[in-house]
C-alpha cells in the first residue's frame, strides 16, 4: 500500500496560480500510477489529471486542459499539480489519488489510495 500526504492549497484571486503538491510512502513510487480529483460541496467527485499506464503519459480533464500540469519527481515519490488561470470554478478539495500500476482502469474507484485532500478556494 502506499500513503500520501497533500500540501500547497490555499486562497488565491482568480487568475492567480498554486503549487500542489503529494507526497507518496508505504511502497515503492513506481508500483502506482498517481492521478488528481477534486469535490466541489454537494457535487460529485470529479477527475482533474492523471498518468497513463506507463506513467509517462498525461491526460487532463477539458475543463483544466491548458491551466493545470501534473508532474512528478521519482526520487523524492512526490507528484504536483500547476494550477494556473485559476478561475472561481476551480474552487473545490482536490485529492491526490494512487492506483496500482498493474490494476486494469483508470476510473474514480480504481484509485484505491487517497490523501486528506487541501482546499482551493479561487476569489473573483
Known amino acids: 500500500q502506499v500513503q500520501l500526504v497533500e500540501s500547497g492549497g490555499g486562497l488565491v484571486q482568480a487568475g492567480g496560480s498554486l503549487r500542489l503538491s503529494c507526497a507518496a510512502s508505504?511502497?515503492?513510487?513506481?508500483?502506482?500510477?498517481m492521478g488528481w480529483f477534486r469535490q466541489a460541496p454537494g457535487k460529485e467527485r470529479e477527475f482533474v489529471a492523471r498518468?497513463?499506464?506507463?506513467?509517462?503519459?498525461?491526460y487532463y480533464a477539458d475543463s483544466v486542459k491548458g491551466r493545470f500540469t501534473i508532474s512528478r519527481d521519482n526520487a523524492k515519490n512526490t507528484v504536483y499539480l500547476q494550477m494556473s488561470s485559476l478561475k472561481p470554478e476551480d474552487t473545490a478539495v482536490y485529492y491526490c489519488?494512487?492506483?496500482?500500476?498493474?490494476?486494469?482502469?483508470?476510473?474514480?474507484?480504481?484509485?484505491?489510495?487517497w490523501g486528506q485532500g487541501t482546499q482551493v478556494t479561487v476569489s473573483s
Open positions: 489519488a494512487a492506483k496500482p500500476a498493474s490494476a486494469i482502469g483508470f476510473r474514480i474507484d480504481d484509485y484505491a489510495y
Open positions: 508505504g511502497r515503492t513510487f513506481s508500483s502506482y500510477r
Open positions: 498518468f497513463g499506464w506507463t506513467g509517462g503519459s498525461t
